[in-house]
């Protein structure tokens, strides 16, 4: 080969190394597509197995009647109060909680217990205590089974509620009990971010995969939580996997072993039933909808929505968050579109309203979309195609908890416009308040490592810095 040949065949190396560069960098970055970002990244798919009964994480805590399952939630509007949660199995025991503040006095709140069946099962006893009157922004410590076996767990209430107040939230949803429901928490334990409180949005234990809807199912997974719900609270959504009815069974009432199980503070914001309520805390107002109750018109839910949204307050708390279960924008094909009726009954609310975002679960993957709306539909004009908007909500899809029944790899293509970035991977997200102007968001997938941001993005405030946010050029 001469010199020219030489030239050649080095041209053509440079020219091949050039492609697969280009060709690499595209998908390492995701294929870009009409809407957003399609990430390629590549995971194991095969189906989560449920972690085996003698796991350590369900382990029955030692002693006597001692108390398991512990968790806590908000247990009023402003985060002055906490509903504590547990189970005892050998007898009713005490409902007291002891409590108190690094240097306080101890003090003491009394509950209720109770129990249910469920077809051949019969539940432990459910003690649910709220403690009331705490101090912002303080650490206590908390005792339960002040009877036979005290166990003694700790948490922070919140800063007052204000408009500048920093808060960091984590989001997990759709979490089960397999082995990756445990990396999953295990990585938002361990986020540098350090997420204070759990926005949930549904699915809870996946019990109801089980013949029977087997609620030894909702037990373990009651025991595998505490490690985080007894020391921070999970803010809680109702999904499907809630509901369980199984009338052929005889169980015809829905939302049985979920409603004695976890209990939430409905009634401090006017709502009816413990599926749609809000909160405030910090400079955030949290409203949880509920997917599987009524929301058409006249329904409870629904004159309950229209008089909260009309409540709240900016200048107090500028974030206004939304959960549900159901996604209203998803492009993959799993559930697409199960969210559009409630979409087309609250969607001109949420933009009136200038929602930050909107929080779902369901999909058992993750998407963040742009910030579009799709209210000028008529029936006559035929404008039925998402645009741009800028007083809509981001909608992000968190359904990647883990559970058993496995990733949601199948998408709609091309990606729609509406959606800005999506990737089926297992995972939790943070969203970091820093003031009344900015938040940060950011989606960590669990193959990484606990401080990798595998999508992320700056949250402008809708209401006191409605600027474009949109992370796409
Ligand atoms: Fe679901």
């Known amino acids: 080969m ?15 190394v050039a492609i697969f560069v280009v060709l690499g960098l595209v998908l390492n970055l995701g294929v870009v597509c009409n809407g957003g970002k399609t990430s390629t990244f590549v995971r194991q798919i095969n189906r989560s197995l449920d972690m085996p009964l003698d796991s350590d994480v369900f382990k029955i805590p030692p002693g006597y009647n001692a108390p398991q399952q512990v968790h806590i939630t908000q247990g009023d509007r402003h985060g002055k109060a906490v509903i504590v949660s547990w189970v005892t199995v050998d007898e009713p025991g005490s409902s007291t909680v002891l409590y108190w503040s690094t240097n306080g006095k101890q003090k003491k709140a009394e509950g209720k217990v109770k129990t249910y069946k469920f077809y051949n099962y019969t539940s432990g006893y459910i003690h649910h205590t709220t403690i009331k009157k705490l101090k912002f922004n303080t650490k206590y410590y908390y005792v339960v089974g002040v009877d036979h076996s005290e166990r003694q767990f700790w948490f922070m209430t919140p800063p007052e509620v204000g408009p500048d107040v920093p808060y960091t939230f984590g989001l997990i949803g759709d979490l089960g009990q397999t082995f990756d429901s445990n990396k999953t928490l295990t990585h938002y334990e361990l986020n540098p971010l350090k997420g204070e409180t759990i926005l949930f949005v549904g699915d809870l234990s996946y019990a109801d995969d089980y013949p029977n809807h087997d609620n030894v199912r ?12 007894a020391y921070q609270p999970w803010i809680w959504t109702a999904g499907n996997h809630e509901i369980d009815c199984a009338p052929e069974i005889g169980e015809t009432k829905s939302f049985k072993p979920y409603t004695h199980r976890y209990h939430v503070p409905h009634k401090a914001s006017g709502s009816t039933a413990p599926f749609w309520y809000s909160i405030k805390r910090a400079s955030s107002y949290v409203i949880v909808l509920a997917s599987y109750s009524a929301y058409g018109k006249y329904t409870p839910q629904y004159v309950w929505l229209e008089q909260e949204l009309s409540k709240v307050n900016r200048s107090e708390t500028p974030w206004l968050i939304v959960l549900m ?20 009954m609250f969607e001109p609310w949420f933009v009136q309203y200038k929602v930050d975002v909107v929080f779902s679960g369901h999909v058992h993957a993750y998407e963040r979309s742009e910030r579009i709306s799709n209210v000028a539909y008529n029936i006559t004009n035929g404008n039925c195609i998402p645009v741009k908007d800028q007083f809509a909500p981001v909608y ?7 559970n058993l029944e496995g990733l949601a790899t199948s998408m709609t293509e091309p990606q729609p416009e509406y959606s800005a970035y999506r990737e089926a991977s297992f995972g939790h997200a943070i969203f970091d308040i820093k003031n009344r102007s900015h938040a940060y968001f950011s989606w960590h997938r669990n193959q990484d490592g606990y401080a990798v941001e595998a999508d992320s993005m700056v949250f402008l405030n809708r209401y006191f810095h409605p600027l474009d946010d949109s992370t796409s050029a």
């Open 2 to 16: 001469g010199v020219l040949g030489l030239a050649c065949a080095s041209t053509w190396s440079i020219q091949r």
């Open 325 to 344: 279960h159901s996604p209203w924008y998803n492009s993959y094909n799993y559930h697409y579109m199960e969210g559009e009726s409630m979409r087309v």
């Open 396 to 402: 992000i899809t968190i359904g990647d908890g883990g």
């Open 218 to 229: 909702w037990d373990t997974w009651g025991r595998f939580t505490e490690r985080s719900a």
